[in-house]
C-alpha cells in the first residue's frame, strides 16, 4: 500500500500557511501596482477584494473539512463534478499556485537585490531550488519554519504601522479615487492573487490535525488579520510616501519605511519583506505541489508522479513544481504573474461555490462537512458572480491564457486521462435525483474519508463506548441468541420493542468486518441518541457469511435521523478495532468489563470517576465549568446509567466517568472534588 501524509500541521500551523502567503505579494510587492492604477482608492480595491473572497473562504472550508485530501480544489471539483472539470482544474491551479510563487520568488529577489549587484529573475530561480529542498525534507519543518516566519513578520509589520501613523500626511490621500470605473475593477481583479494563501489551506487539509475545528477557524483567523494588515499598512504606506515614487514601485514598504525612519527603516523593513516572501514560498511550493500527487492518484497524470519519499513528501512532484515555477520567473514579467495568477484564482474559486451547490444538492448521505456554510445558496451565488464581473477586468491575455488551461485540460483528459478513470461524482448524483443513473462509488469513497476522519469530539464517541452493555458470550450460544440479547438491552434504553431493535438488526446480513469482528447496526425512527453493545467471547461466534470464528461483536443502532452520526460512529469503532487482535489471548482472556471499554478510548485520552459533592446537587450540567477537552461520558446514580445532556440536572452522589485529554480530566477532578 502506498504511504500517505502525515498529519502534522495544528491550528497556528494553519493560520500561518495562510498569512504568510497573504502578507507577501499583496503586501510588499503589489501596492505600487494597484496605487498606479486608481490611487489612494487602492485601500478600498483591498477591501472590496477581501469581501469577495469570503464566499470562496467559507465553501473551501466545508469542502475541506468534508474531503480532506492532497490536492484541495482538484479533489474537491473531481468529486463533485467529475474527472473532466477535475482535470481542467487540477492543471488550473496547479498552475496558479505556481504562478503567486513564482510572483512572490520575484518580490523576494527584488529585496535582496537591495543588498546584492545581481539580476532579480536568476537570484528568485535560486531561491525556487531552496524552497523546493525545504519542502522536501518534511511537513513537520515546513509547518515549523513557517510559524517563525510569520510571527516575526507580523511583529516587524506591527512596529511598521505604530510608528508610521504619527508621519500620514492627509494631503496624500486626495483625490481618492482618481481613474474610471473599469480600472478600479481591474484593480480589485489584481489583489484577487494576494488571497491564495486560503487555497494552499485546503491544499494540505490531508495534513491538518482536528480538521473541523482548525481548517474554518484557522482561515477566518488568517483572512481577518491579514485584511487588517493590509488596509492599516496601505494608510501608512500611502500617506507617508508620495504618489509619484510610490506608483509601481516593487519595493513600497521599505520605500515608506525610509521616508520616516530613514536607513534603518530601510534595513528592517527589508528583513520583513524577506521573511514575507520565504513564508510565501515556502507554503507556496509545498502546496502546488500536492496537485501533481493528487492528479496521479487518480490517474490524471502518470503513476509516478504519486511517490512519497522518504520523508513522507511527494518528492518528484515537488520537483516538477519547482521546475514550472522557475519557467514562470524567467518568462514572464512581475505584473503578468500577477494578473495570471490572479484570473486562474478567480475562475477556480467560482467554481467552488458551485461545488458546494452540487455536493448539498446531490443529498449524499456520506457527505459530511465538519463545517457548513451558512446563509446557503445565496453566499454561493454570490461568490460565481464574483469572477464573472473582474476575470474580463484584468485584460485579453489573462483571458486567453484562462480559456487555454481550460481547452488543454479538456484535450488531455480526451486524449490521455479518459482511458485511465472510472468514477463517478456527485453531479452525476444530482442528474440522478431527475431521472439519471448513478453509481455508488462517490458514497464509497467519501464514507472511507469519514473512516479516515474518524469520530468529531462533539459526537461524544465516548459516551456511547463507556455506557456500552459488555455481554459474555456463552459457549453453545448462536450468532441470533446474542443478537437477541442486544436488541433486549437497547430496546429498554430507547424505550422500544426488542422485536422492533432486532428486526431491524438481523436484516443487516454482511456485518463481517474481517480480523474476527462483526458489526451488525441499525439506523431505527424512534431512537433519540447511539446505543452499543459489546458481545465478548472467548470460543468464537460462527457466521453464515465469514470464513473465520468472531471473537467480537460490536452491536450499534442510531437515530434515522442523524445518518451521518450513524456513518461516524460505524467508522470510528472501525478504527479503533484495527488496533485489536480479537483473536488473540489479550483480548479473548479479559473479563472485566472496564477494561473492554477502555481498550475503545483513544490512547491519548483519560478515563476517570469521581463522585459528586453536595454543592453542586441541583445543577445542570452544563453549568459546570468543565474544559472542551473533557466530557461527562456517562452518570451512575444508584445503579441507573444515565444519558447526560446540557440540562441533566445533577445530584450529590452521582457516580461521573469523565474522558479526554489527561491535563482537562486532571483539572475537572480537581473542580469536582476539591
Known sequence: MARGLK????????????????????????????????GPSAILAYVVAAILIIPALLS???????????????????????????????????????FKSAFDLIGLGAYLVLFMDFPVKPVAAGLCVVFAGLSISGMKNVGRFQGIFVSL????????????????????????????????????????????????????????????RNIPYGMMVALGVTILVYVFGLIVMIGVDPGTEFANSLTPVVDAAQQFMGPAGRYLMTAAAILAFVASANAGITA????????????LLSDYWKKIGRYNTPTRSILLTMGLMIFFILLLSPEGIAKLGSAFKLLIFGMLNLAVIVMRESKITAYDPGFKTKLYPWVQIVGI??????????????????????????????LYAKKQVDRSAAMYQVFERVGAQATPQLYEELRDIIREKGAR?????EHCILRAAVVEHKSGDRYEDVLNTAASIISDRLHLSTETVYGELSSVTDVSLGNHLALPHAKLDKADHPELVIIHSRTGIELERSGEPVYAIFVLVSPAERPRLH????????????????AGNEWR??????????????????????????????????????????????????????????????????????????????????????
Request: hydrophobic share 50%; with cysteine; glycine share 10%.
Open 60 to 98: 473551501k472550508a466545508e469542502l475541506a473539512t468534508a474531503m480532506p485530501k492532497a490536492g484541495g480544489a482538484y479533489y474537491f471539483l473531481d468529486r463533485s463534478m467529475g474527472p473532466l472539470v477535475g482535470t481542467i482544474s487540477g492543471f488550473g491551479t496547479w498552475m496558479s499556485l505556481a
Open 288 to 299: 502546488a505541489s500536492r496537485y501533481p500527487l493528487a492528479m496521479s492518484r487518480d490517474n
Open 385 to 414: 458572480l464574483a469572477p464573472v464581473v473582474l476575470i474580463p477586468e484584468l485584460g485579453i491575455l489573462p483571458m486567453i491564457l484562462s480559456a487555454g488551461v481550460v481547452i488543454g485540460g479538456a484535450l488531455w483528459y480526451y
Open 589 to 674: 482472556e479479559t473479563i472485566d468489563p472496564d477494561q473492554i471499554h477502555k481498550k475503545f478510548i483513544r490512547s491519548e485520552d483519560n478515563v476517570e470517576i469521581v463522585y459528586l459533592r453536595e454543592e453542586f446537587d441541583g445543577l445542570p450540567l452544563g453549568e459546570l465549568s468543565i474544559d472542551r477537552d473533557c466530557l461527562v461520558a456517562i452518570i451512575n446514580r444508584g445503579g441507573k446509567i444515565i444519558v447526560p445532556h446540557g440540562d441533566t440536572q445533577l445530584q450529590a452522589g452521582d457516580k461521573l466517568t469523565l474522558v479526554g485529554k489527561q491535563q482537562a480530566v486532571r483539572q475537572t477532578v480537581e473542580y469536582l472534588t476539591a
Open 153 to 212: 513578520l507580523l511583529g516587524l509589520m506591527t512596529y511598521f504601522i505604530t510608528k508610521g501613523f504619527f508621519f500620514i500626511k492627509p494631503t496624500h490621500f486626495e483625490p481618492f479615487f482618481v481613474n474610471a470605473k473599469d480600472s478600479f475593477l481591474a484593480a480589485v481583479g489584481l489583489v484577487y492573487v494576494s488571497f491564495a494563501g486560503l487555497t494552499k489551506i485546503a491544499s494540505v487539509a490531508e495534513e491538518v490535525e482536528d480538521l473541523d
Open 567 to 582: 456513518l461516524r460512529f460505524l467508522a470510528e469503532l472501525a478504527n479503533r478495532a484495527e488496533d485489536i487482535d480479537f
Open 7 to 38: 498529519k502534522n500541521l495544528g491550528f497556528f500551523d494553519v493560520v500561518a500557511f495562510g498569512i504568510g502567503p497573504m502578507l507577501s505579494s499583496g503586501i510588499f510587492l503589489l501596492p505600487g501596482l494597484v496605487f498606479a492604477k486608481v
Open 457 to 461: 469530539r462533539e459526537d461524544v464517541f
